[in-house]
Nanobody, 129 residues
Framework: QVQLVESGGGLVQPGGSLRLSCAAS????????IGWFRQAPGKEREGVSS????????YYGDSVKDRFTISRDSAKNTVYLQMSSLKPEDTAVYYC??????????????????????WGQGTQVTVSS
């Protein structure tokens, strides 16, 4: 089993920045990828960014490319999502999720929601003036 805990959400003005953290515990050696997802009210959950833990390749959704950066600190079993140039449309609950190392790399890259087996509780990000 793996436990994921997100932190770092909050209220920020348009154009501002936030850094989200996802701390993993438990059987982390069995993981193949970590993804960040978000869900706004009335909308479907969407993939934001992911990192394949097997080769450190990173992936981004089109709406956040060039504004968000995913990274990890292996020693701390923590994955970060640095968000910059935030827009009101980035407002959502942000979730981190983990896929096992049996998950095909393509599914980690494509942020295929049903391929992610473990989910955090989510953290609210609100972008508003």
């Amino acid at each position: 089993q793996v436990q994921l805990v997100e932190s770092g959400g909050g209220l920020v003005q348009p154009g501002g920045s936030l850094r989200l953290s996802c701390a993993a515990s438990g059987f982390t050696s069995g993981l193949g990828g970590i993804g960040w997802f978000r869900q706004a009210p009335g909308k479907e959950r969407e993939g934001v960014s992911s990192i394949d833990l097997r080769d450190d390749k990173t992936y981004y959704g089109d709406s956040v490319k060039d504004r968000f950066t995913i990274s990890r600190d292996s020693a701390k079993n923590t994955v970060y999502l640095q968000m910059s140039s935030l827009k009101p449309e980035d407002t959502a609950v942000y979730y981190c999720a983990a896929a096992t190392n049996a998950t095909p790399r393509l599914f980690v890259a494509n942020m295929r929601i049903r391929s992610y087996d473990y989910w955090g509780q989510g953290t609210q990000v609100t972008v508003s003036s």
